[in-house]
């Protein structure tokens, strides 16, 4: 039997309509098994000897209507080692609840406000999730950033006390895939590694560059100084670019449309208008100006 030695937050932002999980703990690929969401749904933790079900026939169930409260009764009534499992649950509505089983290994335990439940086991005290709510509840931005916070200041307190080796957080909401095609918004997993929730702030930190968007007044105009670094950039790395002129036409955005694809960023370049986001441009620089 796995037994999940973790910490977690379930949570959701009603007004931005996101649901999520961050998790971290001291067992290999966490992010496989604990972590469940599904946009205007809600959100599942499971963990402590981990009962995967939890998972699915808890979204089955908040999608029929149950709320958080309501779907863990269900859950637990059909679990006979409901003892040793820990769960936290976020419906629709931002009902949450947290269960932790009285064989759960100490220190164990959980605490909910509106919109998020906080649970862990085998952790280095109460403090881990007194701190987790606090960053929480006082950190700004949209939700994977609070999510971060929570799991950062966790680790930080102690987290697990066996140590550290994996962390992941997952956030739905509707259209937030690649493409608008699912809700799968954020996923990212840090399976094993010596320092795993830093690391995971690294990979959120990577998917706002790639993935972001800047508003018009944060895009910069390809021209004069600006395109001609770029220019010598491109001719650096074989792209066609004959002349290193500042000009942004035809064969400019040919050039940067190939480059800028190989690199990823092709949603943060608008060749219409001839602009790069001031983030992406910032990245390039630094990267491969010479």
């Known amino acids: 039997m796995i037994h999940f030695s973790t910490f977690s937050i379930a949570a959701c932002d009603l007004e931005a309509k996101t649901w999520g999980v961050a998790v971290a703990s001291k067992f290999p690929a966490v992010g496989a098994a604990v972590p469940w969401v599904k946009a205007e749904i809600g959100a599942v933790a499971t963990q402590s000897y ?20 309501e779907t863990l009764e269900k859950l637990l009534a ?49 403090n881990v999730i007194q701190k987790m709510e606090e960053a929480f509840l006082n950190s700004a931005g949209e939700l994977p950033a609070r999510l971060y916070a929570a799991l950062y ?25 690649y493409g608008g095609f699912l809700d799968r918004w954020i996923d990212y997993r840090v399976d094993d590694h010596l320092d795993p929730v830093p690391r995971l702030g690294e990979l959120l930190e990577l998917h706002e ?49 190939s480059f800028l694809g190989n690199e990823n960023f092709e949603n943060r370049f608008h060749a219409k208008e001839g602009s790069l986001d001031q983030p992406v441009l910032d990245y390039l620089l630094k990267k491969f100006k010479k």
């Open 78 to 126: 059909g679990d006979e080692e409901r003892a040793i499992r820990q769960v936290g649950l976020v419906d629709a509505q931002g009902n949450a609840v947290t269960f932790t089983g009285e064989k759960c290994h100490n220190w164990a335990g959980g605490l909910t406000g509106k919109g998020y439940a906080i649970q862990g086991n085998i952790l280095t005290g109460a």
């Open 153 to 177: 200041a966790g680790d930080r307190a102690g987290g697990d006390k066996r140590g550290r080796q994996a962390a992941a957080i997952y956030v739905a909401k509707p259209k937030g895939g």
């Open 209 to 257: 560059l790639y993935m972001g968007k800047s508003p018009e007044n944060e895009r910069v105009k390809l021209q004069g100084d600006i395109l001609k670094d770029i220019q010598k950039i491109m001719a650096n790395l074989g792209y066609y670019q004959p002349n290193i002129d500042g000009i942004y036409n035809d064969i400019a955005a040919e050039s940067l449309n």
């Open 50 to 69: 981990v009962n995967t079900s939890y998972g699915p026939n808890g979204l089955e169930m908040m999608a029929k209507g149950a709320s958080a409260e």
